[in-house]
């Protein structure tokens, strides 16, 4: 036989010079849960070994993660219902605790990147991404309402500003308020192709953000369809956005592969707090090996073209590569 293909792999070092696919921790973004004062680090109990933290425990494990290399966060904040209103007006308040943790946090660590999430359902008393009237979640009125959201968070300091709202247009509509403020460096991680899926149930347990009543289906993309993605692509670059998202990942690495081989712009990916679960609770029972299992989940979604991923595996990562790299 002249091709053998075995001689490729016949060792670990020719195995490893002639890898096609690399992950990095530089790659991954660690998505945190932040809450207003100093309340012990409370378990999330659909999310094994993620948990809501307070300013100080955040700064924690920042400065932990930064040290093994993953430098790049996406906050979350824990928003108590007396802040919650229909119009999400706390999002933007000079009295949010979120705002005031940005800014002590670039304070405390001016070489990160801090990524946001620009949504109202965090804050809505409605629990809906976008504005509620009358029973219907309204498109152009939530527009100026996400804008405030991204301008006051630019304000705080915020890297990256990420809508996950889903609503037509509103990419543009903040890159304009954003340059009109002055914010011209502040870039846009669009959540493009924002599936209607049911791998956010651990999520909305950690924010209590579930709908108060209807479901997402109206904004969120239906997930029979893959060209659809392409022509909310192409509207992103259009108005504006810096990096491209597909959420979720796993069920979805199709979708990241088409958005790659059809956009110049980065692609990131969300292996969302379902996806997470699913391997932790498999773990956990001995089903599966996690330091094999985790990595081997990772690198999938950057083969099939993720440039970023957002990952709650980011910190476990990070750590098994400084072992295996030291």
């Not at 029973?135 to 990420?162: H, Y």
């Not at 709202?165 to 502040?186: A, S």
Request: proline share 5%.
């Amino acid at each position: 036989m002249l091709e053998r293909p075995r001689r490729n792999r016949k060792s670990p070092v020719i195995r490893k010079m002639l890898e096609e696919t690399v992950l990095l921790p530089s790659h991954l973004i660690y998505p945190l849960f932040l809450v207003d004062g100093k309340a012990k680090a409370s378990p999330i109990k659909s999310l094994p070994g993620v948990y809501r933290l307070n300013l100080d425990d955040v700064s924690k494990e920042i400065e932990i993660c930064v040290k093994l290399g993953v430098s790049t966060f996406v906050i979350f904040p824990v928003i108590a219902e007396e802040h919650k209103n229909k119009k999400a007006t706390y999002s933007y308040s000079s009295k949010n605790f979120y705002l005031t943790a940005i800014k002590l946090l670039k304070k405390r660590f001016p070489q990160i990147v801090l990524m946001s999430d620009v949504a109202m359902d965090p804050y809505s008393s409605d629990g809906h991404d976008g504005l509620v009237i009358n029973g219907e979640i309204v498109n152009d009125e939530t527009l100026p309402i996400l804008a405030k959201m991204a301008v006051a968070q630019a304000k705080a300091g915020i890297d990256i500003v990420g809508p996950s709202d889903m609503m037509d247009g509103r990419v543009g509509y903040i890159r304009k308020e954003l340059d009109k403020n002055n914010f011209t460096d502040v870039s846009i991680m669009s959540y493009t192709a924002k599936y209607a899926s049911a791998f956010y149930g651990p999520f909305r347990d950690a924010l209590d953000s579930a709908p108060k009543s209807g479901d997402k289906k109206t904004y969120q993309m239906n997930p029979s369809n893959k060209i659809e993605a392409l022509r909310e692509a192409a509207l992103d670059e259009q108005e504006g956005a810096d990096i491209l998202m597909v959420k979720p990942a796993l069920c979805y690495l199709d979708v990241i592969h088409l958005l790659k081989e059809n956009s110049t712009l980065p692609i990131a990916a969300y292996n969302v707090s379902g996806e997470y679960a699913m391997i932790k609770a498999a773990c956990a029972n001995g089903w599966l090996n996690y330091e094999q299992v985790m990595p081997e989940t990772l690198l999938s979604i950057k083969r099939a073209g993720a440039d970023v991923i957002l990952t709650y595996f980011a910190k476990d990562f990070a750590t098994l590569f400084k072992k295996i790299n030291s």
